[in-house]
């Protein structure tokens, strides 16, 4: 394993040649109150600027990046992202705006485009999720949860009700429990039946006039499509409770349908996912939340109009509004890619995306699917899922197969979600995976299955290949001070 920079440091040694301080800031050095100077020096390592290089590159080549590798995530998303959007981001007259620089009521000719940008994202993710307004500022798919649930309960209030339920399919990403929650809501989890779906019956129980909202993810986290929308839809609509739409599944449906015809009333969309920018280790991301004209009004302020002689403005006074959730904009950078990603693509290359994901999820799990358990045997739309329950049954589990594809170069998908899945294991290929890059994962799961029934004790030791080789997985998270071996 590399050193560490602080075992690499030597004293005296550095990187820098920076020229020694001027009088004059001496004396501006002066007139800072002592309480703010260092009592001692920063303890930062002593390197010259080529052990600094090196040292970080070292450490960049022992990452895994889609740029470089296949990211097989199920319920993530993590596709190739065309350089063009980021050489789009870097374009000086958008890279160095300042987001305090006056809009026009100031004579802020120097925003126009920046606002034209967020303007046109609008109403290109409108069309594409079939809603009438949108708000791009919330920072990440969860804060769009919590903006959506905030914008039900300020619905609901409005019209002087009471209600405090909202029921979520078992199946859900975790977040919409938490979004519910930390909105005021009571949540009461519906089970799924044996067809992968919500069950109605169980669905039908549930519902009554104190429940606020329904939140759906569909496609859901198995992979699967709700057969039974509309009607659910219409169950949910006829006790006046607003329908929400997860779109971290939205790369199974993009170009093709539009959540807000399958009577959604209100969606999130994860553009660090479906419209492609680089995310993965906390960030960046981008969760704008859309609406059906009867939620408009609520949405965060502020909303960039487009005035009658063509300029665009920054819009403050909203009677209803749940006022601001994020600093400006949003996260305009990640905004600016999906837009650059949208207008590359048009619709007819959104709707290949979909196409093209669903093949290639199909065909993993067609593959697959004689090794490794198949829980519900339909066809999947962007992402399948399996139970490792056959290789555990051999003592060898899910997070042991994961271990096993890091063996042998490769990322693993997730494991153990959904939940409801025993032994589950969760492949997305999304659509920028080539045909043969899929066959070398699926010929190492092929390899791995039939190493289970060789060799099982083998699994115990992998990865051992890797830079970090096989830690205890709950002591590394108990204990910040353990070291791997």
């Known amino acids: 394993m590399s050193k560490l920079i602080f075992e690499k440091s030597a004293p005296g040694r550095?990187?820098?040649n920076l020229p020694r301080l001027s009088q004059a800031e001496k004396d501006c050095r002066l007139r800072i109150p002592r309480k703010y100077f260092r009592e001692h020096e920063a303890e930062l390592p002593e390197l010259s600027e080529l052990e600094v290089v090196r040292h970080f590159t070292n450490l960049s080549r022992m990452n895994f990046s889609v740029d470089g590798n296949m990211y097989p995530l199920g319920s993530c998303t993590m596709k190739y992202n065309p350089k063009i959007c980021e050489r789009i981001a870097a374009l000086d007259g958008f890279s160095s705006l300042h987001p305090l620089l006056p809009q026009l009521r100031g004579g802020g000719i120097l925003t126009q485009g920046a606002l034209e940008v967020l303007y046109e994202t609008e109403r290109l993710l409108c069309e594409v999720a079939g809603m009438q307004a949108f708000s791009l500022q919330p920072l990440a798919g969860a804060h769009g949860e919590l903006t959506g649930m905030m914008l039900i309960a300020a619905y609901h209030k409005d019209k002087g009700h009471r209600k405090h339920k909202v029921l979520i399919a078992d199946s859900a990403h975790g977040t919409n429990p938490s979004s519910a929650a930390i909105a005021g809501f009571s949540v009461v989890s519906v089970p799924t039946a044996a067809d992968g779906c919500v069950d109605l019956a169980k669905f039908k129980e549930a519902l009554d006039d104190d429940v606020a909202a329904v939140m759906l993810t569909c496609p859901n986290t198995l992979g699967l499509f709700e057969r039974q929308i509309r009607e659910l839809a219409d169950l949910a609509h006829a006790h006046d409770a607003q329908l929400y739409y997860d779109g971290a599944n939205l790369n199974a449906l993009l170009g093709r349908c539009k959540p807000g015809d399958l009577g959604f009333d209100v969606v999130h969309f994860n553009l660090h996912k479906t419209f492609a920018t680089p995310h993965g280790g906390g960030g960046p991301g981008a969760g704008p939340v859309g609406v059906k004209a009867h939620l408009a009004p609520y949405l965060p302020t502020s909303i960039v109009i487009r005035r009658s002689d063509g300029s665009y403005a920054l819009e403050y006074e909203r009677a209803k509004t749940i006022g601001f959730i994020a600093p400006f904009y949003g996260n305009f950078a990640i905004i600016?890619?999906?837009?650059?990603?949208?207008?590359?693509?048009?619709?007819?290359?959104?709707?290949?995306?979909?196409?093209?994901?669903?093949?290639?999820?199909?065909?993993?799990?067609?593959?697959?699917?004689?090794?490794?358990?198949?829980?519900?045997?339909?066809?999947?739309?962007?992402?399948?899922?399996?139970?490792?329950?056959?290789?555990?049954?051999?003592?060898?589990?899910?997070?042991?197969?994961?271990?096993?594809?890091?063996?042998?170069?490769?990322?693993?998908?997730?494991?153990?979600f959904p939940m409801i899945v025993k032994e589950s294991i969760m492949i997305e290929p999304t659509e920028t995976e080539s045909?043969?890059?899929?066959?070398?994962?699926?010929?190492?799961?092929?390899?791995?299955?039939?190493?289970?029934?060789?060799?099982?004790?083998?699994?115990?030791?992998?990865?051992?290949?890797?830079?970090?080789?096989?830690?205890?997985?709950?002591?590394?998270?108990?204990?910040?001070?353990?070291?791997?071996?």
């Open 435 to 485: 045909k043969e890059q899929m066959d070398e994962f699926i010929i190492a799961m092929r390899e791995i299955a039939a190493e289970v029934d060789r060799a099982p004790e083998s699994f115990r030791t992998m990865p051992r290949t890797s830079p970090v080789t096989r830690v205890d997985e709950t002591k590394a998270a108990k204990d910040m001070r353990f070291k791997a071996e």
């Open 14 to 16: 550095r990187a820098d």
């Open 336 to 416: 600016l890619r999906a837009y650059a990603y949208m207008l590359l693509l048009g619709r007819n290359g959104m709707r290949r995306v979909s196409e093209n994901a669903v093949l290639n999820a199909n065909y993993i799990q067609a593959r697959l699917k004689d090794l490794y358990d198949l829980p519900y045997k339909r066809t999947c739309m962007h992402e399948c899922v399996f139970s490792a329950a056959r290789q555990a049954a051999k003592g060898v589990h899910a997070i042991d197969i994961a271990k096993a594809l890091i063996e042998r170069g490769l990322h693993p998908p997730t494991v153990y």
